[in-house]
């Protein structure tokens, strides 16, 4: 696989011994951003249909501790195929638009943090532990893969934010 066209992440060139580390990497990173600007810049969408700046961060937040609770099942059940995380509807069930940036930060951190303490704690045989991952293509992938994948989640929604950012008055 090539480096993402949106945001240039390289998935397959991070080593596997890198992957709790880069998640680590991520969350000051979005603490930044979500402390550079105002609550009210924050949540503005540039459009209707692109996520606002907490928006995306939310998301990454349940992300990490999405992929945290499906590693956990691929460790216990054999080939688990795993459900849809419902993104689109989080950010409305949930109500990401209306909660506080400091304290998506905060959260964003521990989350992050919890995930790549379980990835530090994989064994070489846990890694190649296989599950179901897609809600639209189903693909039978390892947790190395989700590992990865979960970190270009978190570098590709940075460049979302950086985009958004910038493209609002």
Same mark, same amino acid.
């Given at each position: 696989?090539?480096?993402? $066209?949106?945001?240039? *992440? ?14 680590? $990497? /991520? ?8 402390? #550079? ?11 209707? %249909?692109?996520? #606002? &700046?907490?928006?995306? #961060?939310?998301?990454?937040?349940? +992300? ?17 195929? *795993? ?14 638009? %209306?909660?506080?940036?400091?304290? +998506?930060?905060?959260?964003?951190? *521990? &989350? ?6 379980? *990835?530090? $704690?994989?064994? /070489?045989?846990?890694? %190649? ?9 189903? /693909? ?8 990865? =994948?979960?970190? =270009?989640? &978190?570098? =590709?929604?940075? =460049? ?10």
């Amino acid at each position: 696989m090539a480096a993402c $066209g949106g945001c240039g *992440f390289d998935v397959e060139g991070l080593a596997l011994e890198r992957v709790a580390d880069a998640l680590r $990497g /991520a969350a000051p990173r979005y603490r930044d951003r979500l402390t #550079s600007a105002s609550d009210e810049r924050l949540g503005q969408r540039p459009d209707a %249909t692109t996520w #606002s &700046a907490l928006e995306y #961060s939310c998301h990454v937040r349940d +992300v990490m501790l999405v992929q945290r609770d499906r590693m956990l099942r691929a460790l216990v059940e054999d080939v688990p195929t *795993f459900p849809p995380m419902y993104r689109e509807e989080r950010v409305t069930l949930a109500g990401y638009a %209306t909660e506080p940036p400091a304290l +998506v930060a905060d959260e964003l951190g *521990f &989350a992050t943090g919890l995930l790549a303490r379980l *990835f530090d $704690g994989l064994t /070489a045989a846990q890694l %190649t532990r296989r599950c179901v991952y897609g809600a639209v293509q189903r /693909a039978e992938v390892d947790l190395g893969w989700v590992g990865r =994948h979960t970190v =270009h989640e &978190a570098e =590709h929604h940075l =460049h979302d934010i950086d985009r958004v950012l910038l493209a609002l008055p």
